[in-house]
DNA sequence: GCCAACGTTGGC
DNA sequence: GCCAACGTTGGC
């Protein structure tokens, strides 16, 4: 089992349409290093859905429930994407703020390598996310 | 709205 | 193969 992080703007996509949606394609990736994570997904792997621009926090967990395919939007170049569905929302969002304080939390790529949109986690960085998401911040 | 970081492109 | 120019992402 791997954990991964993929962002997205939620003014082209929040987590509230992908929970009404069910399923989504994740497509649109044209980075090669974003590829290279999409591509290393494994069904049931466990995604962290994080808002950038607006809120600029995790706000829920997805599984993978297709792996990697042909992303139907792409018109040339070898692109593809995975099929996401979305498992539980956060019951408190994890801001990047929040990542930026953690010892853990700040070695992750989303504050390293603030620019690349599909990363992986490792499974401590994973469960300490969850467990911020789990308790209250005043 | 600005700008830093970083990826891509194209001239040489 | 280097590097300047340019475009994009994303935080502030």
Redesign the pocket.
Known sequence: MNYWLV?Q?PTVYSWDNFYKDKSTEWTGVR???ARNNLRAMAKGDEVLFYH??VG?EVVGVAQVSKEAHPDPTANEGDWICVTLTPKTKLKNPVT??QF?DDPVLKLTPLIK?????VMPLTEPQFRRVLKLAASSRE
């Not at 390598?113 to 949109?117: F, G, H, N, P």
């Open positions: 962002k703007e980075n090669f290093q950038s621009n600029k990047l703020v930026k390598q603030s620019r690349l949109s």
